[in-house]
């Protein structure tokens, strides 16, 4: 580490580079921001002490490109490097390099990355700690797998081995279906992410998405932020993410967070995850889906809930200081909603949108926190995914929580370009919504009616 403050390296884009210029400069360090041709004039970069600049815009040839990140390091003085999320944050490959150069790397530790990164692998560990898995196979010839299939039974899902963000995923009802879309899915896989290995598992039809996030200090010590509810889906993408999970049962959290420390001390993780599971609504299957081993989008939904800055926690652990992280209580006093604002067109199959961004108007008042990449005069590029902000809202209780996003979301204006503001009001005023938790599969069902809402 440097005599003088810490350096650290923003080795991605969009609101989570900028979340981490933040982090940086609250505990009092440098942030050089790593930045492709297209990203020199964002929001992070102007918030950051330095830019360099790592190759043209197309992530293929910047932002996954380990050798790139890992000499931008070497040339800024960095001290640690922080993935952000998506892009390289759970590749084991920068680390190495990194560690070759004596640079922190502000996640877990390469053989971490590799024992979660491959959803076989992270079974795995998962069954060997005692963790609650759903019946499921690794798939080793995607054009036979129709004996791999009848083994776990229909209905099922494909999806992506190394996979993230609702890629490489599909369900199958049947044999045919199964034969059909296991090659796509691989297709899918290996232009998202460079592997098309998948695996397929029993699918749970009723059930909900929640997520433990987990902090660990690199020796199996483990603290507990609660959980998140992050069933309001499209396309298993996630649109509205609450903290804590609403309507889960004593019993049933301290299954999750029973599970998700075990995991954790077994894996000897370090810094902050999730650890995901799928909560049938019909049984009282809890099922273990994945290790995220990276920082995620709805991090701020924790951090507002329980009052702690997880990413400056993990810029400090990587540079071996102590985290200033509390010893949290299972349930935070407080509920917090988070929604994503994406560039597209609910009116037009959610088709992105790119281009110049005119009037920017955020809401305003207690407990609102906006992170974003936008502003006006933006010109929203078309080469990354269409997240342009997060909306999250905290309260005393979850009625008030929804009131309070849902203003928050009639009170933005976000113009010249088509964004999901006008579906995120409509689940917001969906009284099922409203009335408890949903499964997966409600968006789904429902979005016809939302449409009709909005048009």
């Known amino acids: 580490m440097s005599a003088a403050s810490p350096v650290v390296l923003v080795a991605n884009r969009g609101e989570i580079a900028a979340r981490v210029v933040a982090a940086a400069r609250r505990i009092g360090a440098e942030s ?58 759970e590749q084991p490959r920068l680390c190495e390099l990194l560690e070759a150069e004596g640079i922190a790397f502000a996640g877990p530790r390469p053989e971490t990355l590799r024992a979660v990164g491959d959803k076989g692998s992270a079974r795995a560990v998962a069954v060997a700690a005692g963790v609650p898995v759903a019946q499921g196979r690794l798939i080793t010839d995607v054009h036979d797998v129709a004996a791999l299939g009848a083994e776990v039974g229909y209905p099922l899902l494909v999806k992506a081995i190394h996979g993230g963000g609702g890629r490489g995923i ?11 879309l296991a090659p796509q899915a691989a297709q899918e896989a290996a232009v998202a992410f460079g592997n098309g290995d998948l695996y397929i598992e029993r699918y749970y039809g009723s059930a909900r998405h929640v997520e433990v996030q987990v902090f660990g200090d690199g020796e199996g010590g483990v ?37 998700s420390r075990a995991l954790v001390r077994a894996l000897r993780y370090r810094g902050a995850g999730t650890v995901e599971f799928l909560v049938d609504t019909l049984s009282d299957d809890v099922v273990f889906l994945e290790v995220n081993a990276r920082i995620q989008v709805e991090h701020p939904v924790t951090e507002e809930a329980f009052g702690v800055d997880l990413v400056a926690a993990q810029l400090l652990l990587a540079l071996g200081r102590p985290t200033e992280l509390p010893d949290p209580p299972a349930v935070p006093p407080a509920v917090a909603i988070e929604l994503r604002i994406n560039a597209e067109d609910p009116a037009a199959d959610f088709r992105p949108n790119a281009g110049r ?98 048009r």
């Open 32 to 89: 050089v921001l790593a930045a492709s041709a297209a990203d020199t004039d964002s929001i992070a970069a102007r918030a950051a002490d330095r830019v360099l600049t790592i190759g043209p815009a197309p992530a293929a040839q910047s932002y996954l490109r380990p050798e790139l990140i890992a000499q931008a390091a070497v040339n800024a003085g960095a001290d640690v490097v922080h993935p952000g999320y998506g892009f390289l944050s």
């Open 170 to 180: 599909r369900l199958a009802s049947s044999e045919a279906e199964l034969v059909a």
């Open 223 to 259: 603290l507990i932020f609660g959980d998140r509810d992050c069933s309001v889906q499209r396309r298993h993408q996630k649109l509205i993410e609450e903290c804590p999970a609403p309507d889960l049962s004593p019993e049933r959290r301290r299954t999750l967070h029973d599970a």
């Open 357 to 454: 961004i005119g009037e920017v108007r955020w809401p305003h008042g207690p407990g609102i926190r906006i992170e974003t990449q936008i502003a006006s005069g933006f010109d929203f590029p078309p080469y990354y995914d269409s997240l342009a902000a997060k909306l999250i809202v905290r309260s005393h209780d979850r009625a008030a929580a929804i009131a309070a996003a849902l203003a928050a979301v009639r009170a933005t204006r976000i113009e010249g370009i088509a964004t999901t503001l006008p579906m995120l009001a409509a689940v917001l005023g969906h009284e099922q919504f409203r009335a408890g938790p949903v499964p997966t599969t409600w968006f789904g069902r429902e979005w016809e009616t939302l449409r009709e809402g909005i």
